[in-house]
C-alpha cells in the first residue's frame, strides 16, 4: 500500500518531442511516496520499418520499480517481434486485429520472459506494474491498458473514449480470481493487490493448472482499436496518482483550457500534476500528453483571461495578509480557505483554484519569506 513522506518530492522530469503529425509532452513527479515507482515511454518512429507510427506509454510500479522501468525500456520490442510489424518499408498498414493479436502477445511475452529474471524468480524482488498505452499508426489508435492506469481521447471537444480500470471488484475479473482460487477482500486480490490485472507481481501467477491469463492477476491487456479521425485533438495516459484527483472529463476540460493559453506541453504536463498534488493526490503521480493537429491552439482571449485571474489572485493574497495585521501572518492554508469560499470566475474547468496553487504560493511567499513549506495538499479530505 506503500508509505509516504513527510514532505512530497515535487522535482519532475519532463519531456518532449515532435513528430508524424504529433507533438507530445510529459511529466513525473515522485510526490508523498517513498520511491518513485512510474516509468514512461514515449517512441516517435517504430523499429524495425515503422517510421509513420508512434508509441507512448506510462507503466505505475508497485511493491517497488524494477517491472515498470524494464517494460518501459523493453515493452515495445516485444510486441513489435510479432509477424504483423514486419511488412517491410513500403508494406500498407497490417490488419487491426493483427497488430491487436500483436500487442497481447507482446505481453504475455515479456511478462514470461521476466518471470526468468533471478531477483523476480527467486522473490528477492516481488514488484509489478500497471501498463496504459497508444500505438498511433497513420489510421488507427491501438489503445492498451493492462491495470488501473488509464488512457482518453478527447476529439470534437469532448472525452470520446477511455480505456477501463482493471479492479478486483469487476464481476469479469472477480471471477477469474475466484476460478484461480483466490478472493477479493477490501476490493483487492486476496485482500492485498488493488489492480487485477498486472505485469510481474508473479507471486499471484502461481496456480497450478491455470495459463497465464487464468491466474489470480493476469498479464493479459485489453487493446481498443480506435479509427482516427480529422478532429482528433489529444491523448491522455496517465497513473491512478492522477486519475484519483480527476475525471476524465475534468482532466480533458483542464488541459484543453491550458493548450489554449500555452503550446508549451511539458509546461501543460507540468500543471497537471501540480493541481493534482495540491487536489490531494498522495500517488506517484506521470502523464503523458499526445497532441494532434487538430489540439487546441492558443487564444489571445485565453491568455488575456488567464494573466487577469493571476493578477486578482495576487492582489487577493495581499489583501488577506495586510489584513490579518495584528493578528499574526496567516498561515497558506488559511489563505487558501477564504479564497475557496469566494465566487472566483474563469478558474481553470477541472483544476479550480488548485490550479492557481503555484500563483498564490508565489505571492504568499513574496510576503512572507521565513515561512516553512508544507509542500502541497497535507490533508485529502480539505486540502486547504
Known amino acids: 500500500m506503500g508509505a509516504f513522506l513527510d514532505k512530497p518530492k515535487t522535482e519532475k522530469h519532463t519531456a518532449h518531442g515532435a513528430g508524424n503529425g504529433l507533438r507530445f509532452g510529459l511529466s513525473s513527479m515522485q ?98 506494474s500497471t501498463a ?28 470520446c473514449f477511455s480505456t477501463q480500470d482493471h479492479k478486483p471488484c469487476d464481476p469479469r475479473e472477480k471471477e477469474r480470481i475466484q476460478r484461480a482460487g483466490g478472493s477479493v477482500m477490501i476490493q483487492r486480490v486476496n485482500g492485498s493487490l488493488a489492480v487485477s490485472r498486472a505485469l510481474g507481481d508473479y507471486d499471484y501467477k502461481c496456480v497450478d493448472g491455470k495459463g497465464p491469463t487464468e491466474q489470480l492477476v493476469s498479464p493479459e491487456p485489453e487493446v481498443f482499436d480506435v479509427p482516427r479521425a480529422d478532429d482528433d485533438g489529444f491523448i491522455v495516459l496517465a497513473c491512478d496518482g492522477i486519475w484519483d484527483v480527476m475525471t476524465n472529463e475534468e482532466l480533458c476540460d483542464f488541459v484543453q483550457s491550458r493548450l489554449q493559453v500555452s503550446d508549451d506541453l511539458e509546461s501543460v504536463c507540468n500543471w497537471v500534476v501540480d493541481t493534482c498534488l495540491h487536489k490531494g493526490s498522495r500517488d506517484n503521480m506521470s502523464i503523458v500528453l499526445v497532441c494532434f493537429s487538430n489540439a487546441p491552439r492558443v487564444s489571445d482571449e485565453a491568455v488575456r483571461k488567464d494573466l487577469e485571474l493571476d493578477k486578482y489572485l495576487e492582489s487577493r493574497v495581499e489583501e488577506i495578509m495586510e489584513k490579518s495585521g495584528e493578528e499574526g501572518m496567516p498561515d497558506l492554508a488559511h489563505v487558501m480557505r477564504i479564497l475557496s469560499a469566494e465566487n472566483i470566475s474563469d478558474l481553470p474547468p477541472g483544476g479550480g483554484l488548485a490550479g492557481k496553487r503555484s500563483v498564490i504560493e508565489a505571492v504568499y511567499s513574496r510576503l512572507n519569506p521565513h515561512r516553512e513549506s508544507d509542500g502541497g495538499a497535507g490533508d485529502l479530505e480539505d486540502p486547504w
Not at 509513420?52 to 522501468?69: E, K, L
Open 31 to 128: 510526490g508523498w511516496r517513498v520511491e518513485m515507482e512510474d516509468a514512461h515511454t514515449a517512441v516517435l518512429g517504430v523499429p524495425p520499418g515503422l517510421d509513420d507510427w508512434s508509441f507512448f506509454a506510462v507503466y505505475d510500479g508497485h511493491a517497488g520499480s524494477r517491472v515498470a522501468n524494464y517494460c518501459a525500456a523493453h515493452l515495445l520490442e516485444h510486441i513489435t517481434a510479432a509477424d504483423a510489424f514486419h511488412g517491410g518499408p513500403g508494406a500498407p498498414e497490417p490488419p487491426a486485429e493483427h497488430v491487436k493479436q500483436g500487442i497481447r502477445a507482446g505481453f504475455l511475452q515479456i511478462d514470461a520472459a521476466m518471470r526468468d529474471f533471478a531477483d523476480l524468480r527467486n522473490g528477492l524482488d516481488r514488484s509489478g
Open 132 to 159: 496504459v498505452g497508444v500505438l498511433v499508426s497513420p489510421r488507427h489508435l491501438f489503445f492498451i491498458n493492462c491495470g488501473d492506469s488509464r488512457a482518453v481521447l478527447w476529439r470534437a471537444g469532448r472525452v
